[in-house]
């Protein structure tokens, strides 16, 4: 599975989870740092990415359109690079079983 990581979390997250999540992308390096969410939806989509944000538009979105492409909404106030990495780790069967669910379109973190 792969993850687009929005321009509210840091692009060092894609080395450091690259063996869990290979082939994801963070928003900047993908030529998209300050484009519209739509922008960013219709890459998601035509890439086959999962979009992880801390904001609530793109679970806003999802709502509104449906899916793909799907959206890992991090719930969680200010934190390090570190607990986001944990985060995402201490749920990578869950992200895999929003992958994988056809009746799912987004997945909450805490």
Known sequence: MKLLFDENLTPKLVQRLAETFPDSA???????GSEQDDDIWK?????KFTIVSKDSDFHEKSLLKGYPPKVVWIRRGNCS?????????SHVQDIEKLDADNDKAFLILY
């Open 81 to 89: 690079i570190k607990q986001i990495e944990e985060i995402l780790r």
């Open 26 to 32: 963070h928003v900047d390096r993908v030529g998209l």
């Open 43 to 47: 890459y998601a989509k035509i890439n």
